[in-house]
Structures are given as structure tokens and as C-alpha cells.
């Protein structure tokens, strides 16, 4: 069982950035791959990137490409989001998420846990 708990959203211009933290509890957070998912305003939910549990492969939605890093501290049991940048189009609820796969995935069917999300912002 992992319990995950974002922090770090806010009301951000355009062009400005932010950092989202996603802290983990419970057990082995080190062997999960990470992913951080958003769902804007009467959207679908939507893939923004994942992280492999050595933190040596990440993956990214061409939206954020270039604009947004993940990484994570595994002794820290947190996986971050840095969000530079930002645009009108990048608000939503953003939310971390645990998978117990060997690789990177899109998918979100394929993450187990899931925090309970932070709203980002960001006015034009």
C-alpha cells in the first residue's frame, strides 16, 4: 500500500512556473514507477510524464515537452514536478500516481495508487 500526497499547486501567470511535490508513504516507494497525470476543466484525465524507479528514464506528453521535468528523491520518498513556463492551457488538477510495472507508462489504468490531486491555475 502507498499513500500519496501532492502539494505545490496555485493561481500562476502565464509564463510563470511552479514545483509540485508528490510525498509517499508506505512501503518500497523506491520500486514504483512515477507519474504525474492532469485532468483540465471538464476534460478527460491526460498522461503529463513518468519516471522509472532509478530515476534514469523519463517520459513526457508532447504538451510539456521541453517545459516540464520530473524527477524524484527516493530517499525522500517524493517525486517532483517542475512546471516552467506555464500556460493558460496548462490548468488542471494535477495528480501523482504509483504503478508497479518494470517500465515507464502512459497508461493510467496502469498505476495503482493515486494521490488526491492539487489544482494548478494558470491565468492569462
Known amino acids: 500500500q502507498v499513500q500519496l500526497v501532492e502539494s505545490g499547486g496555485g493561481l500562476v501567470q502565464a509564463g510563470d512556473s511552479l514545483r509540485l511535490s508528490c510525498a509517499a508513504s508506505g512501503r518500497a516507494f523506491s520500486r514504483y514507477v512515477m507519474g504525474w497525470f492532469r485532468q483540465p476543466p471538464g476534460k478527460e484525465r491526460e498522461f503529463v510524464a513518468t519516471?522509472?524507479?532509478?530515476?534514469?528514464?523519463?517520459d513526457y506528453a508532447d504538451s510539456v515537452k521541453g517545459r516540464f521535468t520530473i524527477s524524484r528523491d527516493n530517499a525522500e520518498n517524493t517525486v517532483y514536478l517542475q512546471m516552467n513556463n506555464l500556460k493558460p492551457e496548462d490548468t488542471a488538477v494535477y495528480s501523482c500516481?504509483?504503478?508497479?510495472?518494470?517500465?515507464?507508462?502512459?497508461?493510467?489504468?496502469?498505476?495503482?495508487?493515486w494521490g488526491q490531486g492539487t489544482q494548478v491555475t494558470v491565468s492569462s
Open positions: 519516471i522509472s524507479w532509478s530515476g534514469r528514464t523519463t
Open positions: 500516481a504509483a504503478s508497479s510495472r518494470t517500465l515507464t507508462t502512459r497508461i493510467s489504468s496502469e498505476y495503482t495508487y
